[in-house]
């Protein structure tokens, strides 16, 4: 099994991550709650993790179901979701998955965290937006990437709906950070319209791929799609 290094590190007073060398879950702590945003891409101590950053009660929350985000979620009582993403979990016959839609808010106390629907990276997808602080905690639908986009359960069409959807909010300062799963944070809004470059570019038949440097078991001609600062594996 690969191994990971596992860190905690503060980002603000609110903010936390458990960083895997760049695969990370972020913790959200409110005046009597806190928010756990995913479990990590390896197996390791997260109860001990989530315990050096608060003794408040967690509401934990899942951003979507791929593995490298899931590794730690046995250790959760419930966990929220989107209900689009139950179908990807059914080896998780034991957890008590919640569904939640867009628009539900989570309130820790002083900290409102609300869903966002943000499909076509997985049918599920969700990213959760303090409107507040006008920061959206993403999951994998944005960062400077590479974002996956290639094999079962993608949806290049809906992504597309999203990023529109976000080059919206953020058009109108809904938030102006954006805090991903993967790569840099925190990312600059900026980031949506590169991404939804190279998604009219691959539908158009313009975009014009890379060796990505890597394989990809089980699926052939993975490339990769860039543009500005942002890739896309498709």
């Given at each position: 099994?690969?191994?990971?290094?596992?860190?905690?590190?503060?980002?603000?007073?609110?903010?936390?991550?458990?960083?895997?060398?760049?695969?990370?879950?972020?913790?959200?702590?409110?005046?009597?709650?806190?928010?756990?945003?995913?479990?990590?891409?390896?197996?390791?101590?997260?109860?001990?993790?989530?315990?050096?950053?608060?003794?408040?009660?967690?509401?934990?929350?899942?951003?979507?179901?791929?593995?490298?985000?899931?590794?730690?979620?046995?250790?959760?009582?419930?966990?929220?979701?989107?209900?689009?993403?139950?179908?990807?979990?059914?080896?998780?016959?034991?957890?008590?998955?919640?569904?939640?839609?867009?628009?539900?808010?989570?309130?820790?106390?002083?900290?409102?965290?609300?869903?966002?629907?943000?499909?076509?990276?997985?049918?599920?997808?969700i990213s959760l937006l303090w409107?507040?602080?006008?920061?959206?905690?993403?999951g994998d639908t944005l960062s400077?990437?590479?974002?996956?986009?290639?094999?079962?359960?993608?949806?290049?069409?809906?992504?597309?709906?999203?990023?529109?959807?976000?080059?919206?909010?953020?058009?109108?300062?809904?938030?102006?950070?954006?805090?991903?799963?993967?790569?840099?944070?925190?990312?600059?809004?900026?980031?949506?319209?590169?991404?939804?470059?190279?998604?009219?570019?691959?539908?158009?038949?313009?975009?014009?791929?890379?060796?990505?440097?890597?394989?990809?078991?089980?699926?052939?001609?993975?490339?990769?799609?860039?543009?500005?600062?942002?890739?896309?594996?498709?």
């Amino acid at each position: 099994m690969e191994e990971f290094c596992t860190k905690v590190e503060k980002i603000t007073e609110n903010i936390y991550v458990i960083d895997q060398e760049m695969v990370r879950a972020y913790v959200i702590v409110g005046g009597n709650k806190a928010l756990c945003f995913d479990f990590g891409v390896a197996l390791t101590d997260f109860k001990k993790c989530l315990k050096e950053i608060t003794d408040l009660p967690f509401i934990y929350v899942l951003s979507h179901s791929d593995r490298d985000h899931v590794a730690n979620m046995l250790l959760a009582d419930k966990v929220y979701l989107s209900p689009n993403e139950l179908d990807l979990l059914k080896d998780y016959g034991s957890m008590r998955f919640i569904s939640v839609e867009e628009g539900h808010v989570f309130d820790l106390g002083g900290v409102e965290l609300e869903v966002v629907y943000t499909p076509g990276h997985t049918p599920g997808s969700i990213s959760l937006l303090w409107r507040s602080k006008r920061i959206l905690f993403s999951g994998d639908t944005l960062s400077y990437g590479p974002v996956y986009m290639f094999g079962p359960a993608r949806d290049l069409e809906k992504y597309k709906n999203t990023l529109n959807k976000l080059l919206d909010m953020s058009q109108k300062k809904i938030f102006f950070e954006i805090f991903p799963s993967h790569n840099l944070f925190p990312a600059d809004p900026s980031i949506i319209k590169d991404l939804l470059k190279i998604v009219e570019d691959l539908e158009t038949g313009k975009a014009v791929g890379r060796d990505p440097g890597r394989t990809f078991p089980g699926i052939e001609d993975v490339r990769l799609f860039c543009s500005g600062k942002c890739g896309i594996l498709y």
